[in-house]
């Protein structure tokens, strides 16, 4: 990150926290437009402060988008969902970058937590991911950027669904290689197109799917071997080896489920966390 | 379930629609505004009329908007449409939120009185990751913000259909809307009979019908039997009529003609075959009587009479029984089902073309669709 990044970025979190009263206590995330801390309130409760630096050409479509959407996820209320505990707050006139704070979780993400996960495991991971996407489905909020530093293991052993929705207000933070931005490695058919096909409900079914299917066998359904064009061809047909042939002790009620979250075509899968969540209570 | 009689040029849609009914060759109408009028002129009757004959019969009736039909290329033949009050001011115009909303709510309200079914207007798409289909999905959001027991429809042209994951994705949005049915249309450059379709087209159609049939009806008017697959694949309910602008959706068919005239087209009395899934001209068929009485017999079946009523009678109950047929199975014994009839058909038909020596064969009737039923068999790992 150049210099004059880090000195933006540095004036970003400082402006924020000066304006919310709160303390640094160590940095999470530092992307290049975007950065995650751990703060501390007057209280001392432990809080996530995140900040994305829009820069000189912000869309104000956007911006109210994404001032909508953090009202509504203020709203949600769900044992596996982040909570957002402000409102988006605005830097400059026009806008040249955005923060909020969240619930802080113990715990880690699902990118240090391995693989070769058991049964039950597996289930209780898709069945958490499914309920806090259906709360979210519910409010109309889609996530579209599921990955494994998207979902927290707490140290309960329940899962938490993180950066609910933000992935499409925050594009020059995501990594697109489609229509739409992603992670690679956990993106899906529909964030390779641009208009009507973008992500849905059924999206984020996709991508619940693949973190178990991750959890299982140590890599995504639809992996990023380093080429793109390479990995859209093979993600437009979500084409991968079925987890049964991949983990044959596994319950084949449990294989078929995963199977219909990865159909490549969307309305094959559930159509929504709430379905897909009570396919997996239904294990 | 069977066959929905699309509407005609010509003044017999109420009764033969309701022939079609008692006889059981016919599950209703669907009215369009590019060919009746809204209220009656004289030659043809009211669009109420209409409803309240076909209804007391015991049919369905159902008024399509056809708003596609506007996008379709040179369409202008608005003698009828124009009665329609569907716009509020420019027609056409869907430019924004609010005239999505002020359309939608003028279809919906003209379907009310009329006792139709909600029948969510669309435009026509070529292509399922465009602006255009971004307007087709936007206008679905509204008809269903305005009436969540809605049907919506879907409208393409081939190359719509032909889309593959750019398909899969847009029927997906849509699915998302949760509507309580689906109408599809094909729409074509040409009004050639059988329809030109392509393997992807079938496939594409087939696809779309199977994801979306699971827990909705499906539906696909102007269908008739190039629409079979569909039925293959979950669909209940074919459009067909006595014309060929009944049995498909072609951009001339919408095109402006003389204002004095009805034009309603050539009758289509080619005889359908059901052993062929196909049809010969009146003089080929009555070659193939006439040398082969017993192999007419039972590729026909039944007597085909001479009058145009009862070649439609004839033609409707082949697709009917078709439908029917497929009705009881699901899933990959239903598609294995329709493709042992293609290949039935395909069995047949040397026998016939060295008899009639008929132009079209084959290669017209049977092969796409089949091929698209393939297709998709060997994508869902029937095959």
Redesign the interface.
Known sequence: MCCAKVSRMADLLGTACDQLALTPVRALVQGGQKQVHVVSDSAGAHLVLKLIDLGQAADPAALERARREVALLQSVDHPNVVKVTSELHEVGSPPTATFWLEEYLDGTDLRYCGSGWAAEELVALGRDVAAGLGALHEKKVIHRDLSPGNVQRLTTGAFVVMDPGFAKHTLRSGITIG?QPGTRGFMT??H???????P???SDVFGCGALVYLAATGHPPVPYKGDDSEYMQRL??ANHIPLRDLRPDLPSGLADLIERTLH?????RY??GVALAKAFGAL | MGVLIQDTARNNLVTWSVHAVAGGYGVGTMLSPFASPFEANGFKRSALATSEAIREAGGEFWLDPMTYALDMPRAGDFRHYAEWDFWSTTRGDLTSRAAMREHVQRVFRAQTALDSPALAPTVLVSY????R??T??ELAQVAMEADTGAWLSVAGDQEFWSA???L??????L??L?PAGWMFIVTRGDNSMPPSASTNEIFGLM??TY??S?DRPVRVAYGDLAAVPALAAGAEVVGTGWDIRQRICAYQDFEERPADTQDGGGWYQRPTLAGLLGGLTSREYEVLVSEEAALAARLTPAAIGPRPEQAFRHHATVLTNVATALSSLSGRARAEAMRQMYLDAEGEWPAVQAITGTRLGPSRWIAPFKAGLEVFMTSEGWL
Do not use: M
């Open positions: 229509g058919p529909e390779l197109q641009a208009f009507s096909g973008s849905t409900a059924a437009r047909t490549p075509q969307p309305a094959r159509r929504n | 399922p990751d465009t602006p289909s971004q087709a999905l593959g994951a750019e899969d994705a847009h029927v997906g949005a699915d998302q949760e696809r779309a994801a979306l699971q």
